[in-house]
T-cell receptor, first 117, second 113 residues
Framework: DTGVSQDPRHKITKRGQNVTFRCDPI?????LYWYRQTLGQGPEFLTY????????KSRLLSDRFSAERPKGSFSTLEIQRTEQGDSAMYLC???????????????FGSGTRLTVV | QKEVEQNSGPLSVPEGAIASLNCTYS??????FFWYRQYSGKSPELIMF????GDKEDGRFTAQLNKASQYVSLLIRDSQPSDSATYLC?????????????FGTGTRLTVIP
């Protein structure tokens, strides 16, 4: 499978618990992104990595959120002390940017649907 | 935040008709434009991208771009029930060291058999 893989597909957690999601991007891609999507909205940017460097974080990414991409391979997104407002689909995407400013689109994974009860 | 505006719909068309989806964007620095299709409960799937003014055709899909008017559209010819989905417009704006792809809220399309 050469697509973007995300795990788990679904996660139900109690408020206050910590959760961690994993994303395996397309191996040839050098950029990895995390987005969040709620019902009726488009994906909202959270953070992105170029290789192992985290280059940008959205204001949506509170201190309870942390993302890592060790060795520039897979990435994890952790949410600490989850709140009901964190319930959403968390999408990972990857892309290849060879020439600065030229991007042919992001490839999304299947997403992790988080429900905080 | 870059603004990407779409009519949320829903847009309903009969099977076999042409569906027309529209998108406007606010940043004149926008460089390329994407249309994603998203089925309910699934992740977005890239179906078209366009960089230059004019039309780009791929099968039943045609993307149209007018940078002067900051407008991009997607036409779906011979619409099929399987085209029923939410269509997301996305705009790529290059900024050094920053994320570049910004999404609209999507237009829900229903193709009626």
């Amino acid at each position: 499978d050469t697509g973007v893989s995300q795990d788990p597909r679904h996660k139900i957690t109690k408020r206050g618990q910590n959760v961690t999601f994993r994303c395996d991007p397309i191996s040839e891609h050098n950029r990895l992104y995390w987005y969040r999507q709620t019902l009726g909205q488009g994906p909202e940017f959270l953070t992105y990595f170029q290789n192992e460097a985290q280059l940008e974080k959205s204001r949506l990414l509170s201190d309870r959120f942390s993302a890592e991409r060790p060795k520039g391979s897979f990435s994890t997104l952790e949410i600490q002390r989850t709140e009901q407002g964190d319930s959403a689909m968390y999408l990972c995407a990857s892309s290849l940017e060879i020439v600065v400013g030229i991007n042919y689109g992001y490839t999304f994974g299947s997403g992790t649907r988080l429900t905080v009860v | 935040q870059k603004e990407v505006e779409q009519n949320s719909g829903p847009l309903s068309v009969p099977e076999g008709a042409i569906a027309s989806l529209n998108c406007t964007y606010s940043d004149r620095g926008s460089q390329s434009f994407f249309w994603y299709r998203q089925y309910s409960g699934k992740s977005p799937e890239l179906i078209m991208f366009i960089y230059s003014n004019g039309d780009k055709e791929d099968g039943r899909f045609t993307a149209q771009l007018n940078k002067a008017s900051q407008y991009v559209s997607l036409l779906i010819r011979d619409s099929q029930p399987s085209d029923s989905a939410t269509y997301l417009c996305a705009v790529f704006v290059y900024q050094t060291g920053a994320n570049n792809l910004f999404f609209g809220t999507g237009t829900r399309l229903t193709v009626i058999p």
